[in-house]
């Protein structure tokens, strides 16, 4: 439990890749953390000297157990919109710092300018903390390199014959790692309030290029192959349809000029930025479903 003195760190969405390493990072640097699941079962494999309070954003009072002696808070807003307000005001009410995770949609590069309804919903939590008064500190990854899993890895367990749209356009997709490690630092720390922390990848890279670098980690020549916009949208299902038209709009927009790349991560933690490159190296067996 917490040691005597030490007000433990409050992290939301505990078990999602984010959230999950964070949780590793400030326990193996000796911070107490106390971990918020919507149900006890979920938090199995999270480490044993994590606190475990249920609770659920949909349901604001449902928090107040979670927020008892809690000075800082990382935000992973997992619900719909119509609580968000409520869960603020409660965070508001307990904490004096929050970490919220949010996304570039001030960036001023045409990736990320495109109508999304998600970042409609990350621009009002941002109004709804700083209306509070909170220490708040904003942290806004571009593409993540796991896409790459959720996206290709089926294909490429396959045929190795990648059908996606856009190929040419260029993201920067940031090792999920590295966003984790500058919201671990930025909990832990003091001097990061107003942050507004905007993280990628080292380098733009086409979606075809990225493509054969995992054929060149996985010693196979991947083949893509450019899939029409329209003929993508209709192949996914009606409810991620949302999803689908902002990411065409996204890769359409940017076709033609080079990814958003910024040095925040080497700035924050004082190392390289991880590749994307690195990124794949290290999680090969995840593409070909063969661990050794």
């Not at 000297?49 to 935000?75: C, K, Y």
């Not at 970490?99 to 621009?123: C, D, E, G, I, K």
């Not at 349809?241 to 080079?258: D, F, H, I, K």
């Amino acid at each position: 439990m917490t040691p005597a003195g030490e007000s433990p760190v409050l992290v939301t969405g505990a078990t999602g890749r984010i959230g999950r390493a964070v949780v590793d990072l400030l326990t193996d640097a000796g911070v107490p953390v106390r971990a918020l699941v919507r149900r006890s079962e979920s938090a199995a494999t999270l480490p044993t000297n994590v606190e475990i309070v249920t609770g659920d954003l949909t349901v604001p009072e449902s928090l107040d157990a979670a927020l008892h002696s809690i000075s800082t808070v990382f935000l992973v807003w997992t619900a719909p919109p119509p609580t968000a307000a409520a869960v603020v005001d409660r965070l508001a009410a307990h904490a004096q710092r929050v970490v919220y995770l949010s996304a570039p949609h001030r960036t001023p590069h045409p990736f990320f300018q495109q109508p999304n309804p998600m970042a409609a919903l990350h621009a009002e939590i941002e109004r709804l903390i700083a209306a509070t008064g909170l220490d708040s500190t904003i942290v806004r990854p571009g593409m993540f390199a796991s896409n790459a899993l959720f996206w290709w890895s089926a294909a490429i367990r396959g045929e190795g014959v990648v059908r996606w749209p856009y190929g040419a356009a260029e993201t920067a997709p940031v090792d999920d790692r590295d966003v984790a490690a500058v919201i671990a630092r930025t909990l832990r720390e003091d001097g990061h309030a107003g942050g507004d922390y905007v993280l990628t990848g080292p380098e733009s890279l086409t979606q075809a290029e990225q493509i054969r670098i995992i054929g060149d980690a996985l010693g196979r020549r991947l083949t893509f192959e450019e899939l029409p916009p329209d003929e993508f949208r209709r192949e996914t299902p009606e409810t991620s349809r949302p999803a689908v038209n902002m990411l065409l709009a996204a890769w359409n927009a940017t076709m033609g000029r080079p990814a958003y790349v910024t040095s925040t991560v080497s700035d924050l933690l004082g190392r390289p930025a991880r590749t994307f490159r690195q990124w794949v190296t290290d999680h090969t067996t995840s593409f070909t479903g063969n661990p050794t």
